[in-house]
């Protein structure tokens, strides 16, 4: 097996714009809002970076097709710049190209920047949008909240769980995931809510009700890298590195062949696995310090705990009602509100999670710092369906770790 | 070897609307439709046209046959969606018929269903015949009260016939009792007294003497008088003219369907079929600028047909719509804010539609010739990880399989012209899967493992050039097969 990129690659500096509703700015104001923030943590100069890498999905909402929006916002000097787009795992793909090019030698210090501008549209929810003549002929007309929603069903039928203690558990993630969110100013959604704020919400895909699903925002977020050698030239110290970057792409298996029970996420399991391998963890439960996973929905977080292969298989309802999760619990998932309270520009999702890694491993995550800085951090970036889907992990930790 | 009736089918979709609720909405504006607020009237889904129901009663005629040998096709309406498509040419292939068919659309008539069974019985070549109709009507008219929509389907060719023709007879005569012209929507009727007495009973009776003579069959010998009449006493008015016993009037339909206008004396064939015992004498007549009648002797090979659900299974296969809200939607009769979601430009690539046609129309996928994975839709590469051969995919229809709900949502996010929007992942039984739509279901009915069985149907309309494209979806399997 190749070596991996375990401690190649550290981070120089990261930024994130506030996420949310953002009525007064475009998005290349909110590149530049993440980019400035991030610019000034590494303590370069712009000609310094000798490649970039951007990420939006639903490009066509916002800055279009290209590049060049980065480009232009940034005023990069013609360097080269690649816009990346892999469903809602595009922010972790952009990392992916700037760490590799680091990696490689072909770049000593890479930037990768996400960014969305959602709300456009007129109405709530993702935009509503053709996918290609074929596809519009034979898929269901099917939303986001509809498509995961039919994991509910699927692991109530597997693991034979009752739909409200599903439910509950679900209720439980979100409430959460807002009690987190309400301690970090640049979150979407910063108000608690109670389990009976979840259960009474009205439904929007069956069993998904309104606080079931993440916000969608607008924002952008960024990350500069270089080699361990150029940080420590740049008078960086406790430095993080990344320890793995995995991605696993759905091949069709799960749409076409009766193997897939469509209770988990076949790519989750799989990229976890390589993920842990090349950062040197064998027992993520208990080595991980930290994780943000995809929570685009409740559901979908709950079954993510498994897939990870840190809760057991039809155990993730218990460790989250115990408490496992939460941000005093042993290992806190969404400690700075994940995509439900953060919110999900969607190109920028990937690197916010690393963002609060990042934050928290140099104790700057405010109110919401964990006592003990986390060593490893999980960021899991998902994109799809749960039946086709892109599955992104990094996990970073403290240099040298 | 024999011709005559191979095998027959129907349609009857599954929303029923209580007369009732009409009358409840429109009596204010009309109270006569008080006096007709008995029964109920069978509407079709939004997801439903004549095209739909045609291909599910020819679907429900062949059942368990060999399609190779139905040879023509002839589709009968007078509410086909386009005025320049052949129809008949969609229903050949979501019934993946052999290409060599011969296909003719059969309009403008009430009476179209009969002269196309007419035409049919007279060819050499083996024929389904199929007719269909999405009745139209002004609210708070009284075509409104009287239709209903529905299907039926006859397949007649040589063989071991379930029934022969006796005798036909037709009678041409440009008596316009309504109209619908390219320009309007809706029928524009003459007086009913005058319809009754200068039409049906100037018309049909010396019609009917003529093909009972031929079959040398005197009237009182008819089992089973068949002809679709909305206006009342005029079957049995005829019938008597005709020396034909009231006791052989068939039940109309006007309790739990309505009148389905061109399809409906096939529909009421067939409904005659399901019941009718060796020996019978049916009497057939369709009425409309003129009139047909045929006479057909059942034979013993009725005790031996395939099970199908026909009229009488579909008619069992309901769902009561208190809403006529609902009615008026599915029907485009009102405008609805339909939100900003359903904007979303619906176009078609026909090239597209065209080159996917096996998978988009016919609903054919693939089996591997190395592992036997069955797939869908149909790829170069095998899905089966243990196999993953290259070009070894032979089409394998998925239409006729039995399935079941894997996974589902009922979503109310996304636009649906009824929502919540159902879909989900169904599991073939011999194997495959599928991410579909799911339609004739009720939200809380969804459960996994679920029955379901695939129907064709509007996958969407695009009201902006006038298009609607045609897909499958899965239904939840209801009613019971009868028959032999």
């Given amino acids: ?401 | 070897m024999t011709k005559g009736i191979l095998a027959f089918g129907a349609y009857i979709p599954w929303r029923r609307l209580p007369r009732k609720a009409i009358a409840d909405t429109h009596g204010w504006f009309n109270p006569a439709l008080k006096g007709q607020a008995k029964g109920e009237r069978a509407f079709c889904n939004w997801d439903e046209d004549a095209v739909t129901m045609a291909v599910e009663a020819a679907r429900d005629a062949l059942i368990g046959r060999d399609r190779a040998s139905v040879a023509a096709l002839r589709f009968a309406s007078t509410t086909f969606p386009f005025l320049d498509r052949l129809h008949s040419g969609i229903v050949a292939g979501a019934l993946s018929l052999d290409d060599g068919v011969s296909t003719i659309d059969v309009a403008a008539s009430q009476r179209a269903g009969t002269s196309a069974l007419i035409e049919a019985l007279g060819s050499d070549s083996e024929t389904l015949v199929v007719a269909a109709e999405k009745r139209g009507a002004k609210a708070a008219s009284p075509v409104e009260m009287s239709s209903g929509d529905g299907a039926a389907a006859i397949l007649v060719g040589e063989g071991k016939p379930l029934a022969t023709l006796l005798a036909k007879a037709s009678r041409t005569a440009d008596f316009v009792d309504h109209f619908r012209s390219v320009d309007n929507q809706f029928d524009y009727q003459w007086e009913e007294r005058w319809i009754r007495d200068a039409g049906y009973m100037a018309v049909v009776p010396p019609t009917i003497k003529r093909c009972l003579e031929a079959a040398k069959v005197a009237g009182k010998d008819v089992t089973h008088f068949c002809m679709p009449a909305t206006l009342a006493r005029v079957a049995s008015s005829v019938a008597k003219a005709a020396g034909v016993d009231d006791k052989a009037l068939c039940d109309p339909l006007h309790a739990n369907c309505g009148d389905t206008g061109a399809a409906h004396a096939l529909v009421l064939l067939a409904a005659t079929l399901e019941k009718a015992k060796p020996g019978d004498k049916i009497l057939v007549v369709g009425f409309g600028q003129g009139a047909d009648a045929l006479l057909f002797e059942v034979t013993p090979e009725i005790g031996k047909r395939a099970k199908n659900l026909g009229v009488a299974g579909h008619l069992a296969r309901r769902k009561e719509e208190t809403s006529y809200g609902r009615y008026l939607a599915f029907n485009d009769l009102i405008e609805l804010e339909r939100g900003m979601r359903s904007e979303t430009d619906k176009g078609t690539a026909l090239s597209s539609m065209w080159r996917n046609r096996e998978t988009v129309t016919s609903f054919i996928g693939g089996k591997c010739s190395k592992c036997g994975t069955l797939q869908f839709p149909k790829t170069d590469i095998c899905v089966n990880p243990n196999c993953n051969a290259i070009g070894t995919q032979e089409p394998h229809g998925f239409a006729d399989m039995a399935a079941r709900i894997k996974s589902y949502t009922a979503d109310r996010l996304t636009y649906a012209p009824d929502p919540p929007s159902c879909y989900g992942m169904i599991e073939f039984e011999e194997g495959g899967r599928v991410m579909i739509d799911f339609t004739d279901i009720d939200a809380d009915a969804l459960k996994v493992g679920q029955p379901m069985q695939m129907m064709f149907r509007i996958k969407d309309i695009d009201a902006t050039r006038g298009f609607r494209r045609y897909y499958w979806k899965a239904a939840p399997v209801a009613g019971k097969a009868q028959g032999a």
């Fill in chain 1, 1 to 401: 097996m190749a070596k991996g990129i375990k401690d190649k690659v550290v981070i120089i500096g990261m930024g994130c714009s506030k996420f949310g509703e953002r009525w007064d700015k475009e998005a290349d104001n909110l590149m530049v809002e993440a980019y400035t923030e991030a610019i000034a943590d590494a303590g370069i100069d712009t000609k310094q970076i000798d490649a970039a890498w951007l990420a939006t999905a639903i490009e066509e909402q916002h800055v279009g097709k290209s590049a060049t929006p980065l480009a232009v916002a940034l005023r990069l000097p013609f360097i080269p710049v690649t816009r990346v787009e892999n469903y809602c795992a595009s922010g972790t793909e952009a990392f992916r190209g700037a760490v590799y090019a680091v990696a490689s030698g072909a770049a000593d210090i890479a930037l990768a920047l996400g960014v969305e501008k959602l709300k456009d549209t007129g109405y709530g929810g993702l935009p509503q949008r053709g996918r290609g003549p074929l596809n519009d002929m034979t898929n269901p007309n099917a939303s986001a909240p509809g498509s995961f929603a039919q994991l509910a069903a699927a692991y109530r039928a597997k693991h034979k769980v009752d739909a409200k203690d599903l439910k509950h558990g679900m209720a439980h993630i979100s409430v959460k995931s807002h009690d987190n969110g309400a301690k970090n100013p640049k979150a979407h959604l910063r108000n608690k809510i109670t389990v009976d704020t979840v259960l009474n919400a009205p439904t929007v895909a069956e069993p998904l009700g309104l606080y079931d699903c993440c916000g969608v925002s607008d924002g952008a977020a960024c990350a500069i890298v270089a080699t361990p050698e150029i940080a420590r030239g740049l008078g960086k110290k406790d430095m993080v590195s990344v320890k793995a970057l995995q991605i696993a792409v759905s091949n069709g298996l799960e749409a076409q062949h009766n193997s897939w029970d469509g209770s988990y996420f076949a790519t989750t399991r799989i990229a976890s696995k390589r993920a842990y391998t090349e950062a040197g963890i064998d027992k993520p439960r208990d080595q991980l310090s930290l994780i943000e996973v995809h929570d685009c929905f409740s559901v979908t977080e709950l079954v993510t705990m498994e897939d990870l292969h840190i809760s057991p298989e039809g155990g993730a309802i218990k460790d989250v009602l115990d408490g496992f999760y939460d941000a005093d619990g042993k290992l806190p998932c969404q400690i700075d509100g994940g995509l439900k309270c953060f919110g999900h520009p969607i190109g920028a999702s990937g690197l916010r999670m690393i963002y609060e890694m990042y934050l928290q491993m140099q104790g700057r995550a405010g109110e919401r710092q964990r006592k003990q800085e986390p060593v490893f951090g999980l960021t899991h970036n998902l994109g799809g369906f749960p039946q086709r889907n892109v599955c992104a992990i990094s996990i970073v930790g403290k240099y040298g770790a």
